[in-house]
């Protein structure tokens, strides 16, 4: 029993070792040895809770995709049924996230970069959720009565993985910190759907003291002062 919860407590030290070490050094950076030392354990000890790095690799990538999905949805239920809420909440959210000092990006697009084999499981953990934040992008533009939802979506895609990537290449300061203002802007200026079945009002009353005046087509063009 004293052995069960031994490795038990060993296996957790290994799994937050690697997340510290993964998120702030890069996966292939770290070798095991570095993090069984780190982590106070054994190789015999990590290789009994994982088959692989690999295998140790996809379970912090999954946590990782796990607390994130968490924070996606506490910041869109603090605004159910308003998709134009939720999406500045998010993206506000996402935006303070990429200021804290020890920010790397996001786990999952790193993990994407240094393993671009598709068929590598710690590139799937990410494509997956990547698609799915994509997909849950798409149904609050579509909520929202965007024109082209599928485009919003991915404009808004960019725009967060953007964020994530220049932190680390522009600081606190670089556009980064800019994404909600951008968002917001976006989602503003962005045209919305026209109803079907719904006639436009057009006001058919004119200015009171005016009259139609009927112009030539010769008299109504008017010379460009260079002459074009």
């Keep these: 029993m004293k052995r069960t919860s031994d490795q038990a407590r060993a296996s957790e030290r290994i799994r937050a070792t690697a997340a510290e070490l993964f998120y702030r050094q890069g996966i292939r950076a770290v070798g095991v040895d570095e993090l069984v030392r780190r982590a106070n354990a054994t190789k015999p000890t990590l290789y009994r809770s994982f088959e692989s790095k690999d295998e140790l690799v996809t379970s912090y990538l999954r946590d990782f995709a796990a607390a994130f999905w968490r924070r996606f949805e506490e910041a869109v239920d603090t605004h159910v049924g308003d998709p134009r809420a939720q999406l500045r909440e998010l993206f506000s959210r996402s935006a303070k996230?990429?200021?804290?000092?020890?920010?790397?990006?996001?786990?999952?697009?790193?993990?994407?970069?240094?393993?671009?084999?598709?068929?590598?499981?710690?590139?799937?953990?990410?494509?997956?959720?990547?698609?799915?934040?994509?997909?849950?992008?798409y149904s609050m533009a579509s909520a929202l009565g965007a024109s082209e939802p599928k485009l919003l979506a991915d404009g808004l895609t960019m725009l967060l993985e953007g964020a994530y990537v220049s932190r680390q290449i522009f600081g606190a300061d670089g556009?980064?910190?800019?994404?909600?203002?951008?968002?917001?802007?976006?989602?503003?200026?962005?045209?919305?759907r026209k109803l079907k079945g719904r006639p436009?009002?057009?006001?058919?009353?004119?200015?009171?003291?005016?009259?139609?005046?009927?112009?030539?087509?010769?008299?109504?063009?008017?010379?460009?002062?260079?002459?074009g």
Excluded: F, M
């Excluded at 556009?175 to 919305?192: E, F």
């Design 97 to 137: 996230r990429t200021l804290k000092p020890n920010y790397r990006g996001c786990a999952l697009t790193n993990a994407a970069v240094e393993y671009p084999q598709e068929a590598h499981p710690a590139h799937r953990v990410a494509q997956q959720t990547k698609r799915e934040v994509r997909r849950r992008l």
């Design 175 to 192: 556009p980064g910190a800019s994404v909600d203002r951008l968002t917001n802007r976006l989602i503003d200026s962005w045209p919305r």
């Design 200 to 227: 436009v009002r057009r006001n058919s009353r004119r200015p009171s003291g005016r009259a139609r005046v009927s112009r030539s087509p010769r008299s109504a063009v008017r010379k460009s002062p260079t002459g």
